[in-house]
DNA sequence: TCAATATTTCAAGAGTTATTGAATTATGAA
DNA sequence: TTCATAATTCAATAACTCTTGAAATATTGA
């Protein structure tokens, strides 16, 4: 994951509707939550929520998938734990106590 | 750490400039270093770093102190914790896969 | 096929953010 | 005091982001 791929992951979490929306869609699993009850979830207007879901799709923050009428989106497990990895990249080693939350061997000692 | 001082912050960090300052800062440990020194490392003009580094004071994610003609500015390793901290949290226990770089005892289940 | 449901796309407007260069403030040295 | 250095503040502009409501698309069931 590089700098700019972080920096949109970062700009697609910061904000209220998609930090709410990727909460809830990581609370739910990984087969997600159909588009309509997130909306429901997030008090979204639909053409509001697919704003924001195209946004966080964008950022490989979640994935969708069609099932019937329906658009099934969830969080992207992977893409979330490569962005808290960069996070905490120049923080290990140097600096434990900002990481105390990372495993011993996780870190990036640079 | 509340939603909002979350969001304050990953809007802080979600910008080329102030993702490189603080990890230089990061990288340069407690003592920090002089605005003017941050700027040279990230190809800044001043008023352009200054504006920079007043976003991420204000995010709670630098710390300034004026030493002669200088102001020495540092990463906050507690915000930067703890708002690393809250985007792990929903993820830890349900999502072990997520949260590889949590130790163990760190999550939060809710 | 027609109507209903689920979701996306579009355009307009308001608000926010980043950059620039010039002016200003604060400090220390000659 | 005067000059130089270090950094901030200000105003203008350009670019981007969010919200809204209306229209469009996709799918299913009667």
Redo the contacts between chains.
């Keep these: 994951m590089n700098?700019?791929q972080?920096?949109k992951a970062?700009?697609a979490?910061?904000?209220?509707t998609r930090?709410q929306i990727i909460?809830y869609l990581?609370?739910c699993?990984k087969d997600g939550a159909a588009a309509g009850t997130i909306g429901e979830e997030v008090n979204s207007s639909a053409s509001r929520l697919s704003f924001h879901l195209n946004i966080l799709e964008n950022a490989g923050l979640v994935t969708s998938k069609r099932v019937s009428r329906r658009i099934f989106y969830s969080a992207s497990?992977e893409q979330?734990?490569g962005m808290?990895?960069y996070?905490?990249?120049?923080?290990c080693g140097?600096?434990p106590?900002?990481?105390?939350?990372?495993?011993p061997g996780?870190s990036n000692i640079?």
């Excluded at 979490?13 to 209220?16: F, G, K, M, N, T």
């Excluded at 106590?97 to 495993?103: A, I, Y």
């Design positions: 700098e700019s972080v920096i970062l700009s979490l910061a904000q209220e930090l909460r990581v609370a699993g497990y979330m734990g808290i990895g996070l905490l990249e120049d923080c140097n600096h106590e900002v990481t105390s939350c990372c495993m996780t640079s």
